[in-house]
């Protein structure tokens, strides 16, 4: 496919432009958002304000391409405006009804000079903020180009503080997050969250990153603004940043823009902004949870590699298969069960994905688990050889297809991709839309580990359904640093979350780290349980090892809490200290609640205003038990059970790192038929 | 099969007595009791001392037959004694083996005058008791004879605080145990439990009753004690006691003496007072739990009669299995399957056992059970009338057998049998007996309600699993005075238990009384896990209603916690106050322990000295939450890992009518086979 293709066509209203008007204002459909957009001096620029106040100061924009300088001497030949209201239904997701309501305004610009080069700018502006992309219209001097930087500022009137990671290099995003302003931030990736007042929070990231580089920021000290973040994309190894070919548009750059924390995770804007989904049938797209043959590997009772430790046994699977029966699980992720582990496997490049280990029985295994209800995920770790990976891609799908296996994880450890190119860059962006293209078409979902950020391309690919790009449970297995710190999950939502659902692998029961002895998931207990509601994906692990759960009470949430949900509701949060979100059930009147606190306990009040009217329900609440605490024992957890109305107030009390897990369910009659 | 059967035949020495002798000497094989027995002034008696100590006073034996007194007048022409110490294996029970070791003296006693008449007094000495019967050796003048009264004392040196009920009419010994010192008593069923002092436990009871009346105390001021209790059985209606023939022997009157509550619990007296086991082959005797149709009927979700709200049917039985099947539990009850239900039911006497009402598939349903791994268990309500059910039994077990359905729970709702003789009278002992001999020959367990007092047959009938005969669940549901008391639970194991196991139907989760609104079980929800392991018996049902427990992450107690097991140690007791056994799983490593306390909250070290030495094991602890309280929030439960090791304690903390239950497991290292 090209990027052609996703460039939305729109019934637009051509309006005649006098030349002389040096910019335009568009307006999100509430009014509370105005963009400014034109030229000043010749130089494309926008700029943003709420409510009257500056949001972002004018910011210029533009490109430097191979063919030439895309940043002034323009004039505006035309501007076009349209505006959108619809309501689209999320194949699987946090709401299952989005709306998508935008003012646009497209501006048309040729360069006055030399080989008067066109240039679309395309704002799209929502009650949650905008989103902003370049379009190259075809045209005569504007056939194949390279991009060698793409200008785009966001010139921010104050200097706020921002959780951000550093731009990558080789580390897959799986970053801590950090705060401090901007100005002292070294180039960021995005998405970057920005607290500019106790009323204002905006998150800058990239939307439909199809064919082109991943976008990063560069804090700057320009005139007109107290921090200018500049455009920095990841680049090709020879330095070019985007191979482009008119006609193109880039992604959009966007920018929640919200007035507590909250809406930030309620806003839709990154999904608005891709294109709908091109699977023509879903059914087969699903939602669910599993376990897996994974965390043994990080507790070293395992190995991925052959020998007589190897994980990824027919008995061992069987086993894992007969769990997942009979908790109501759908899934079995078993890594290590196909050739190319042994040795030095992030490095030898010799992953073979249809060829099982002679202890794997992978046919006899899948087809007894479809006959209890369950089926195998395929694990598909590339070591970074994408090349190799896309070689035997129709080959390993058509086999999963043909088996009824319809969920791939994958896997790219290795600091360059096909030992060459940034995973992030447009050379990478590529490899992972290629195979989610082959999987889409032999129903394969994808979990994409160690992969590019996600930009909500999940929309246009619901089979996209789960990523990594930070730091998940596995840093608590074997991280130097002491692991994910308390307030890391306070945090993801508002970073890294708002970009796509994330395969964070909650549900570690097991504290005593036999790999890392002294080590521990900084958590307790009951938070393991809240992260099942607050970091979202429609395919959640149970991730500890299935002996861990073993007259486990608490598992009993995991096995209740849904994975695919009609609505969010943020109860309150402050990023980096606590945060509580209710999801409601798409297949039932059911809600779950879940709060996280970092290292400093807390009593919330948990206010039920999204219960509906008249409705009687059981409140079955997990809260850190007396003497919780992540550093000396994670492990108690009060269970309690309470009838609750629509406005009741559960009150919770949340260790240090500790969470609350509530299952609210409607109070059925009971009946004997 | 007749009493003949049940006489122990042993080994014994005949030894030539001097008449002149008043009497004999038989301790404990410890030597720690001391039993005298002999006559004096020609009456038969027997005293009992505990290191120097008297525990009983000088006691007369004897009856009042139509033949008549045996009571005085007698020599002794001989006594016999023997020694017995072996270990037997119970088929399922508390401990797996028992080490029955007693010596034993028999006094043959005559009478002087008129058709001197023969009488044996035997009496086997234990370290944890004695028994003492009565044989009335083959003789010409005793053929057919009728006991008008059997005229045992126990004479009390001190008029101790003692455990009782009245001695049972019609309340099926559905009584609270009050505590009140034994002259201020009625007369008293037995159990009768005695706390004479702080290091002096005594329980008065009977064993091995067959074919006689059951034993009631009636409390008398005698010369010689502060207070003799005088047996007291339970009549015919024409005021006979026992029909008896010669040669028979009685039931033993049983006496066990201990140091603390825990010893009474830990003690096998009763059990080692029965006969070995009668069944050949006991392999289809088994162990579990169920779930019932039951506790919805006491809800007034359904009735046991037929029409619109029946709860017996196919469909809501079916989900009953589903549910046993998911939950590891093997059987499941419905009561109101059969016809007899409609109408006045515990009156009308038309309940057919092998009929089962139109919208109930009775047959469908066990095959389905069976391919789930589930059994049905039959439910046979006789209102009473045992001749209709004696004349149905074979009919009925017959089916049930050929089914595969191998328990059937019974009942005898009405005041009296077959509307005329006490339950407890000889008239129902004998009724019992047959239903318990019918069914091992089907290869039934019985479970039996509304029974008489138990009195260790199990062992001789292993396939008597359980039985009521106290006031079980369902008092909470529908007792006008409030539903069993805080301190019901400690005191059941040290009354009612001694005789034998108890189907009390622990488990309900769901306090809120649709019944009679405002009442509610007076538990916490932990103490309602710790009675699983405190009231003992080898087929726990989970009693509430299966809907109550989706989601209740405090049913896993439920699913781990073993019903038969190796060995049993009293941690902690207080009768009436509180208590704590912990009980090891005949088939695993695992231990489970449960605490519970009356309406006082406690903090209770648990000190695990019964671990094995070096191994290393977790506990799973399931205490009551913050604010838990059975008055106001019974529902709070803290759960909690921890890893222990033997000699390490556990400290918990019980709320006001709460409790603590935790399963303790070995360590296993993880395997990939």
Chains 1, 2 share one sequence.
Request: with cysteine; charged share 20%.
């Amino acid at each position: 496919m090209t990027t052609m293709k996703l460039i939305v066509v729109l019934a637009a209203a051509v309006v005649a432009m006098p030349l002389a008007l040096a910019h335009e204002v568009v307006s999100s459909p509430d009014g509370h958002i105005k963009v400014t957009a034109g030229l000043k001096g010749g130089k494309p620029f926008y700029s943003v304000a709420r409510d009257g106040r500056a949001v972002i100061n004018p910011s210029y924009l533009g490109f430097e391409l191979d063919k030439g300088s895309l940043k002034d001497g323009f004039e505006v030949i035309a501007s076009k405006r349209d505006t959108k209201c619809e309501t689209w239904t999320q194949v699987w997701g946090e709401d299952k009804d989005v709306v998508n309501h935008y003012n646009e305004l497209r501006l048309c610009l040729r360069q006055r000079r030399g080989a008067k080069l066109r240039l679309d700018v395309v704002l799209r502006v929502f009650d949650d903020g905008l989103g902003l992309r370049y379009e190259f219209p075809k045209q005569a001097g504007l056939g194949e180009f390279q991009i060698l930087d793409e200008l785009t500022q966001v010139a921010m009137p104050v200097d706020a503080q921002a959780w951000t990671i550093p731009t990558q290099g080789t580390t897959y995003y799986e970053a801590l997050w950090t705060k401090a302003p901007l100005s002292q931030k070294p180039e960021v990736s995005t998405p970057v969250t920005i607290e500019v007042s106790d009323s204002l929070y905006m998150v800058l990231h990239d939307a439909a990153l199809v064919d082109y580089a991943s976008l990063n920021y560069t804090p700057r000290h320009l005139p007109g603004a107290a921090v200018t973040l500049v455009a920095s994309l990841t680049p090709w190894k020879n330095g070019v940043k985007v191979y482009g070919h008119a006609p193109m548009a880039t992604p959009w750059r966007t920018c929640i823009i919200a007035r507590t924390p909250g809406e930030l995770i309620t806003s839709r804007l990154m999904l608005n902004l891709n294109e709908p989904c091109k699977i023509a049938d879903t059914s087969w797209i699903t939602c669910g949870k599993y376990v897996g043959i994974w965390w043994g590997m990080h507790m070293k009772d395992y190995t991925w590699s052959q020998g007589p430790k190897h994980g990824a046994t027919t008995a061992n699977t069987k086993r894992y298969i007969d769990f997942a029966a009979a908790h109501g699980m759908k899934g079995v992720l078993v890594e290590g069960w196909n050739y190319g582990w042994d040795g030095d496997w992030a490095r030898d490049n010799k992953f073979d994905y249809t060829k099982p280990y002679p202890d794997y029985d992978f046919e006899g295994l899948q087809r007894y688990a479809l006959s209890r209800g369950v089926s195998l995920i395929a694990h598909n770790e590339t070591g970074g050889f994408a090349k190799t990976y896309e070689d035997q891609l129709e080959a390993a799908f058509s086999l999963y297809e043909r088996m009824g296996i319809h969920a791939v994880k994958t896997g790219y450890v290795h600091p360059l991709m096909d030992e060459k190119e940034d995973q992030h860059s447009q050379y990478g962006i590529r490899h992972y839309l290629k195979v989610i293209e082959a999987a889409a078409r032999h129903h394969i979902m994808v979990v994409n580990h160690e992969p590019a950020m996600p930009s909500g391309l999940c929309r246009t690919y619901p089979n996209l359904i789960s990523g990594e790009g930070f730091r998940g449970q596995e840093w608590n297995a074997w991280s130097a640093d002491g692991g994910n710190p308390p307030y890391h999950v306070t945090v993801l939502p508002f970073t890294r979350g708002l970009a796509g659902s994330m395969d964070f692998t909650p549900g570690i029961f097991n504290f005593a780290n036999k790999a890392m002895p002294g080590t521990h998931p900084q958590t307790t207990l009951a938070k393991q349980l809240a992260e099942y509601v607050l970091l979202y994906t429609p395919w959640q692990m149970a991730a500890d090892e299935i002996e861990n759960y073993e007259g486990q009470p608490a598992f009993q949430f995991i096995e209740d809490v849904p994975t695919n949900f009609e609505r969010t509701v943020v109860l309150n949060a402050k990023i980096g200290n606590y945060l509580t979100i209710a999801r409601k059930d798409r297949d039932s009147d059911n809600w779950c609640v879940g709060s996280a606190t970092d290292e400093t306990a807390r009593d919330l009040d948990l206010k039920l205003d999204f219960l509906d009217q008249g409705k009687s329900y059981t409140a079955r609440i997990y809260t850190d038990g007396p003497g919780a605490d992540y550093r000396t024992n994670p492990y108690p957890v009060t269970f309690t059970t309470q009838a609750v109305k629509r406005g009741d107030v559960i009150k919770v009390h949340l260790a240090p790192s500790g969470g609350a897990a509530i299952m609210i369910v409607p109070v059925k009659p009971v009946t004997n038929h």
